[in-house]
């Protein structure tokens, strides 16, 4: 059998190692030290949006610190996306809150601004303001930020964005991660670039960021002994993962564009297979890293489904998945409230992701373009 195609892999530049070396020789080996806050330096400067980044040990631990400084509590609600990873969701439990869940919009996957002003609108008529919005770059492409921020102001909620897919993605030149209150960002091994597992809080306010340093390293009152006036966490990245980050940084630009150059490769592939839809910005103001490249087929048009495909490709040792199954279909959010129509669940049944990584040979490739036009009969 030929070697495994995977989604989507770690991918090293090579300098990781001489960060860790460093962090080694002068016994770093801890949450703290000079990698931390040059992984947070290169991040801030790569972001380009004045904001303070507060590296740590996850994407979802700087979601859930997020919801803390928001206020989010015990009974809350707070709106966010269905069509995502359920690690968008799960810290709004954490909490002891209740995620209300909105659909997408058909040109960007994203959470339709629509469905969300009637979430918003039904949810204070039910006599509750929604603590936080919770938004999603799903496969790096940029939500419908203006519309979104629109809403969110009109009724004066803060926007928690979950960029932990969309690192090197931009809506109209901006960096995504900056627009909300908070941008969460994940390195977990699967990602754009990886620490082999990490996140990070992008901030707007040196308040904001120390506070999230503050509840990620156990909640320490100032005093020399060991006192508490807070609940605290274990959620602050280590030296060692950080030094990993380093090296990725320096590689960070070549992998946004390798990774786009594989959508290129499947838009060129599909080009003349009808029934096949691949995500692509729907205008110039979007500019996705293309995380994962991601397409629809419409089974009555195409021939085949998207579960067939997914079958066939598998038959080669290739991998690929369907696109994240929504919130609200999943058994665990059952009793939470759903806004919107179909347009998710319709994604879902017809979505497939295909390999993407940036460490894709040209050899990989033509075992995919084999595979896929065998499938549709081309
Ligand atoms: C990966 C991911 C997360 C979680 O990040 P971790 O670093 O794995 O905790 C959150 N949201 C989305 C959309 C993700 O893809």
Request: aromatic share 8%; glycine share 8%; net charge negative.
């Amino acid at each position: 059998m030929s070697h495994k195609i995977w989604l989507s892999s770690p991918h090293m530049g090579g300098n990781e190692l001489k960060y860790i070396h460093e962090a080694f020789d002068h016994n770093w080996v801890a949450p703290l030290g000079p990698n931390v806050n040059g992984f947070e330096e290169d991040l801030e400067k790569f972001l380009n949006a004045g904001v303070q980044v507060a590296a740590l040990s996850a994407g979802t631990a700087a979601l859930h610190l997020a919801l803390i400084e928001c206020d989010v509590n015990y009974g809350d609600e707070v709106i966010c996306q269905s069509m995502t990873f359920s690690a968008s969701a799960n810290p709004i439990a954490y909490q002891g809150a209740i995620p209300v869940f909105v659909d997408s919009e058909a040109d960007t996957w994203n959470m339709c601004p629509v469905a969300l002003k009637e979430a918003i609108k039904d949810r204070f008529a039910n006599g509750k303001k929604p603590k936080a919005i919770v938004v999603v770059h799903l496969y790096g492409m940029p939500a419908k930020m203006d519309e979104i921020l629109s809403v969110a102001s009109e009724f004066d909620i803060p926007v928690i964005e979950d960029a932990a897919e969309a690192l090197g993605s931009k809506y109209k030149g901006k960096a995504c991660g900056t627009f909300g209150r908070f941008g969460v960002l994940s390195f977990n091994g699967n990602k754009i670039i990886t620490t082999s597992g990490g996140g990070a809080l992008v901030c707007h306010t040196k308040e904001d960021k120390d506070q999230a340093v503050f509840l990620s390293t156990q909640a320490r009152d100032d005093a020399p002994h060991y006192q508490h006036s807070h609940i605290g966490y274990n959620y602050r990245m280590s030296n060692i993962c950080a030094g990993i980050g380093r090296g990725q940084m320096e590689v960070l630009v070549n992998r946004i564009e390798a990774r786009r150059t594989m959508t290129e490769f499947y838009s060129d592939l599909f080009a003349d297979i009808e029934g096949v839809n691949v995500l692509r910005a729907p205008t110039e103001d979007f500019f996705s890293n293309h995380w994962l490249a991601a397409i629809t087929i419409d089974e009555a048009v195409a021939g085949i489904s998207r579960e067939d495909l997914r079958l066939a490709l598998l038959e080669d040792n290739i991998e690929s998945r369907p696109l994240w199954k929504p919130m609200h279909l999943q058994p665990v959010f059952k009793n939470s409230p759903y806004y919107g129509s179909n347009v998710a669940e319709r994604l879902f049944d017809t979505g497939l992701c295909l390999p993407s990584g940036s460490n894709l040979t040209e050899e990989d490739k033509q075992r995919i373009r084999k595979k896929i036009k065998l499938a549709f009969h081309k």
